[in-house]
Every structure is written in C-alpha cells, then in structure tokens.
C-alpha cells in the first residue's frame, strides 16, 4: 500500500493508527500542505484525489480517499483486531462518535476553512472545537469505558486521538472535558498510537520531532 499524507494532518493520523493496529505496512508519499502554495493542488496528486486533499491509500489496486472510507476497507480486509464491535448498539454508537468528529468538528476548523477567515481563524478553530468537545463529552459519558465506546479500541477512538491534538495546538482550554482528556492519555499509551503520532512522521519537521 502507498499512503499519501501530511504529518499533521489528522485525517492521514486517523488511517495511521488503523494500518498500525492493522500490522499493515505501507510506503508513504508526503503531500506538504503549505509547501508550494499547497501540494495537493498539484496536477499529480490531482489525478490521485481530485479533491485535492490528504490521505489517499493506493491498495489492493484502487484508490481511497476519505479517511473513515478507508478505515472500514481495512476493517472489512483485514478484520482483526477489529475496529467496530460486534453488538449492533455498540457499533451505532462508535460510528456515530466518529461522525460527530469527522463530519462535526474536523471541517469547520480544517486548514481550507481557516484560509477564509483571516486574524480570526485562532478564536473560529477554538469555539468550533469547544462546541463539539461540549457536546462530545456528554456522550462520552454515556458510551466509554476504557475508551470512546467500551474498553477495546474502535474507529471512534482513532477520530478522537487526532481532534484532540488539533484542540491542543490551537490552546482550547480541555479542562470541562474530563472525559475525553482521560480517553486521550489512555489511548496515547499505545503502540499503534505512538508509532502514528505527527512527532514522528518521516515527513515531520527537525524541530517538531519527538
């Protein structure tokens, strides 16, 4: 499998964690965001995702883009450890979780969006984070165990990890959130979540490196 992706990019983070939990190896492309006015606008990445946008995961002879689309191939190929319980409650809840982050939150403080609004964009990506966190811990409440749904890792939690950085690195105060917070740092003390972290990245900056 060839990954395109960016370090920071939560996105691509989502799809790292899966191919580690998955123990799918994998060559990476690097697509710079900023680099060039934006290499995802590139003609040749254009012609790997027209929207221009990370990751993209060549593998088994297609091409995906859209990280929860590439998750649930890699659940379906490669079903263990498996990223979506067996209890069809369980498995609404965990979609649903990832949803609210990747359709909920993630967008509205996405990179593309931040370019729109200018000084501002610092205090935008805080209040869309807040508003999401607000409502996420309260479901949190209700689903977790060890992690976002139960005690075994799931797809939610691999939307969660990555939201949370960008909530840190754009100073949201995590303080009203106790139950993501504590989500967070259990799921960062594992292997597959280390190995995929942006401080880590072949691509990461000599000065963001762990």
């Known amino acids: ?62 091409t995906l883009s859209q990280s929860l689309a590439i998750i649930h191939y890699l659940e379906d190929t490669h079903p263990n450890p498996r990223l979506l ?16 982050i990747v359709s909920g939150i993630q967008p509205l403080q996405n990179l593309s969006v931040l370019k729109q609004m200018g000084e501002k964009k610092m205090e935008w990506a805080q209040n869309c984070i807040a508003s999401g966190f607000q409502a996420l811990e309260q479901t949190l409440q209700h689903t977790a165990g060890r992690y976002c749904v139960g005690d075994e890792v799931s797809m939610a939690d691999l939307c969660l990890v990555p939201q949370v950085f960008n909530a ?19 799921l960062l003390e594992l292997e597959a979540f280390k190995v995929s972290h942006p401080s880590r990245q072949p691509d990461t900056p000599a000065e963001l490196r762990a």
């Not at 840190?168 to 259990?186: G, H, L, Q």
């Open 85 to 100: 319980p067996q209890d069809p409650k369980k498995r609404a809840q965990v979609r649903m979780i990832a949803d609210h």
């Open 1 to 62: 499998p060839i990954l395109y992706g960016y370090f920071r990019s939560s996105c691509s983070w989502r799809v790292r964690i899966a191919l580690a939990l998955k123990g799918i190896s994998y060559d990476l492309v690097p697509v710079n965001l900023l680099k060039d006015g934006g290499q995802q606008f590139s003609s040749e990445f254009k012609a790997v995702n027209p929207m221009q946008q990370v990751p993209a995961l060549k593998i088994d002879g297609i």
């Open 168 to 186: 840190e690195r754009f100073k949201v105060d995590m303080s009203p959130y106790p139950t993501i917070t504590r989500i967070n740092k259990a």
